[in-house]
């Protein structure tokens, strides 16, 4: 093996491999090789900057070190990462003696199916991998596909309870094993080989993680109230009813979001004047009540739009190597725009701003962004930017970038694109990700708690659920009106507060597309839980400027809002096992109740003085206690001496 140090990085070359190892910013090692006789090198959506390295020769091996991470590449092959003195990542060999630490196959035109394995360790523990609708906390044991999906967003970062995170830098569709036998990482189609090792305690590996794939920006203030919506409000009256309503009750609303099929036909980008007569008048009195306007976009279109034609002479939809391009169907097949491509964003800002911002709309809902594909065969797809199966994770960054990008240029800064998935990087363009469609039941909002800890690591801070769930709620049922208040207290604690849901009820008889479903605002859930819903509503905006605070520590440093126990905790052993509590902010922990029928449950305190906020209790931390919560009260403990108490009201209404 022939090894050239260059500056601040190792080049090196061997039969069938070359590659470079550098240092993309301080305390990370970056490795890069291929199989091919040359390399490509591509940054995708890292931020790298040259950083100075310390490297130096071992008789035939050679090392680097940067702060206190150093990595130790041996003659044969194999290289290994140290975090001081100790060992944290191993490769391990798939073959006897000392050969087949990383393993490429040729898929043909300098495309390889390529893996790295690395020698597990039993104490570990694995957070991150974005979200998924799985009950786990750590992915340890777990194997995870690397492909975005309705309720899953793949984001390929792990933090290790060892010390350290791990970013596989590759937007193709692949695999990660974490298991006890091994850890491995599979990209299905690359160039080369790419990942990143950030040495850090959770809080500076987030930091670490921000300064190589992009800060969040500030978030406007009015995205931290209370969103409203439904599957969905078919006409413009709807829309209005329900915020005149909630105005006469004194509840405030943030935003209201008018859900698909608004629209003329899908990929005509605009209100149909037969439902939303005058869009720019409804937005104009919504705007009177405080409340801004979202509307959903859908990345599908048909030769029944009015823009399908142009689209397809410029080469502005995604294409297929084989049959044809109408890879969704609904209401008929559907090809979808390739926001991959600059011209396609162009073009499609150009029609968003036209028909929906120009006419008073705010913000902009980009659902479907995974894209949503049948079936998934990821290599029959042909972006702008490559393969499907080399680069199909990159789609939600460039949908996000193409609203970004046009608000930008309007001298806009309010800018929030809410999206069904989501991808290294796309934090920076104002993503605010949801976990997609849902069910409602408790089962669904146990592993929502788990879900939102996990992409909370991965550095893209805003996040949220579906309040309710999407899909199966009965309104009328006991069951949903105990889970409602429920994700409800959840919902106050999330980064963004937004009810969503189709409820039973549809009303099939009208000749509507898609009609509206059952009611879903906050009197739609039983009287008892209209003012336990209205109480919750407006402690989330009397909590506005604490929640305000730390997304101004999200921007700047990359410390999500809501985070596992073990972020600010992390020499606790319990904090790393504990997946059903959080704390939001550096100051109030939250235990959400998530089993049907619970009343109370344990949580864990760590060392420190907390108050139970519903009663004022005190408490001495590093232990265990149960706390009694009613269906009208949640469990949330504040830091002694924390101002952010005087928010909470004190929840037993027979202690004033």
């Not at 490297?55 to 140290?82: P, Q, S």
Request: hydrophobic share 35%.
């Amino acid at each position: 093996m022939a090894f050239i140090i260059e500056g601040n990085r190792i080049l090196f070359t061997r039969a069938g491999e070359t590659g470079v190892v550098s240092v993309p910013a301080e305390g990370c090692i970056r490795f890069q090789a291929t199989a091919s006789p040359k390399i490509e090198l591509q940054d995708w959506t890292l931020l790298p900057r040259e950083t100075p390295a310390e490297i130096w020769r071992d008789g035939e091996d050679v090392w680097l070190k940067t702060g206190n991470l150093k990595v130790w590449f041996e003659k044969w092959g194999r290289v290994t990462y140290f975090i001081g003195d100790r060992a944290v990542i191993r490769e391990q060999p798939e073959m006897t003696f000392t050969t087949g630490y990383r393993h490429y196959r040729n898929i043909g035109s300098g495309l390889w199916a390529m893996r790295a394995t690395f020698e597990p360790d039993e104490n570990e523990q694995f957070y991150g991998l974005g979200h998924e609708r799985i009950n786990v906390f750590s992915k340890k044991g777990c194997t995870v596909d690397l492909r975005h999906l309705n309720t899953k967003a793949a984001v390929p970062y792990v933090y290790s309870s060892l010390g350290y995170g791990f970013l596989w830098n590759m937007p193709s569709t692949g695999t990660v094993e974490l298991g006890m036998n091994r850890t491995r990482w599979t990209s299905d189609c690359a160039k080369t080989m790419d990942y990143v090792v950030i040495a850090g305690s959770p809080r500076e590996a987030g930091a670490k993680l921000a300064d190589l794939t992009g800060h969040a920006p500030m978030i406007p203030e009015f995205a931290l109230g209370f969103w409203q919506c439904k599957l969905r409000y078919e006409r413009q009256e709807q829309v209005l009813e329900v915020a005149r309503k909630y105005k006469e009750m004194g509840v405030p609303v943030s935003v209201i979001i008018v859900d698909y099929f608004h629209w003329t036909e899908q990929g005509d980008y605009k209100f149909d004047p037969e439902y939303w007569p005058d869009p720019k008048a409804m937005a104009d009195e919504l705007h009177q009540m405080g409340i801004k306007l979202m509307v959903s976009m859908w990345p599908t279109i048909n030769e029944h739009s009015e823009n399908y034609q142009y689209m397809v002479d410029h080469n502005m939809l995604m294409q297929t190597a084989s049959g044809s391009n109408r890879v969704f169907d609904f209401y008929g097949p559907q090809a979808e725009i390739d926001p991959t491509n600059p011209e396609t964003r162009k073009y499609v800002w150009k029609k968003l701003k036209e028909n929906y911002i120009d006419n008073g709309v705010d913000l902009l809902w980009f659902d479907e962004a995974e894209p949503e594909i049948h079936p998934e065969q990821f290599d029959n797809l042909i972006l702008y930017v490559g393969r499907g199966d080399e680069t199909a994770l990159l789609y939600p960054y460039y949908y996000a970038k193409l609203v970004w990008d046009g608000m930008k240029e309007m001298g806009r800064d309010d800018i929030i694109t809410l999206s069904r998935a989501a991808y290294t990087g796309a934090q920076r363009f104002g993503t605010l990700v949801w976990s997609g469609d849902i069910q409602s039941t408790f089962e669904s909002l146990t592993e929502q708690i788990k879900s939102g800890l996990n992409m909370a690591m991965c550095g893209l801070p805003w996040w949220n659920t579906d309040i309710g769930g999407f899909y199966g709620g009965d309104t009328g049922t006991e069951y949903f009106r105990e889970l409602i208040v429920r994700w409800f207290q959840y919902g106050v604690f999330c980064p963004v507060m937004r009810l969503h849901g189709t409820r039973e009820g549809h009303d099939r008889t009208r000749n509507i597309k898609e009609p509206s479903g059952g009611d879903n605002e906050i009197w739609s859930f039983g009287e008892k839980n209209t003012p336990i819903l209205a109480d919750l509503i407006a402690l989330r905006y009397r909590l506005i400027p604490y929640i305000s605070k730390h997304m101004k520590e999200a921007s700047e440093h990359g410390t999500p809002v809501m985070r596992p126990m073990f972020f600010d905790f992390p020499e606790d052993p319990v904090c790393w096992t504990t997946g059903d509590q959080y704390m939001f902010g550096d100051d109030i922990l939250f235990a959400p109740i998530s089993v049907q029928g619970q009343t109370e449950r344990k949580v864990w305190l760590p060392k420190g003085d907390w108050t139970l906020t519903k009663d004022r209790t005190a408490y001495r931390g590093g232990q265990w206690v149960t706390v009694h919560a009613e269906i009208s009260e949640f469990i949330a403990f504040v830091r002694s001496g924390a101002g952010v108490l005087d928010a909470f009201r004190t929840q037993n209404k027979t202690v004033e």
